[in-house]
Nanobody, 124 residues
Framework: QVQLVESGGGLVQAGDSLRLSCEVS????????MGWFRQAPGKEREFVAAINWLGDTTKYLESVKGRFAISRDYAKKMVYLQMNSLKLEDTAVYYCAARVSVDVSTVLSSYVYWGQGIQVTVSS
């Protein structure tokens, strides 16, 4: 069983930065593709960013390209989402997710394990 625990969310102003962290309690961490999703009030959960097991392939939601960066630390079994130049529309609950496959995916249903989610609120 893979457990994912997110941290680092909070309330920030537009233009600020935040770094979300996801701790992965799984000895097979290095073979999982990982991703970040988000869900705003009244909206469906959407893909934000993903990284493959090697960490050399990433994908991003078009609206966050150039502002967000996903990375992973194998020694610490952590996945990060660095969010810069935050906008009001980035406000959502952010979820860390893990696949059982090694490659990168933008498809929500391809992720098997999910964290509990963490709130990110961007104010004007």
């Amino acid at each position: 069983q893979v457990q994912l625990v997110e941290s680092g969310g909070g309330l920030v102003q537009a233009g600020d930065s935040l770094r979300l962290s996801c701790e992965v309690s799984d000895r097979f961490f290095s073979t999982n593709g990982m991703g970040w999703f988000r869900q705003a009030p009244g909206k469906e959960r959407e893909f934000v960013a993903a990284i493959n097991w090697l960490g050399d392939t990433t994908k991003y939601l078009e609206s966050v390209k150039g502002r967000f960066a996903i990375s992973r630390d194998y020694a610490k079994k952590m996945v990060y989402l660095q969010m810069n130049s935050l906008k009001l529309e980035d406000t959502a609950v952010y979820y860390c997710a893990a696949r059982v496959s090694v490659d990168v995916s933008t498809v929500l249903s391809s992720y098997v394990y999910w964290g509990q989610g963490i709130q990110v609120t961007v104010s004007s």
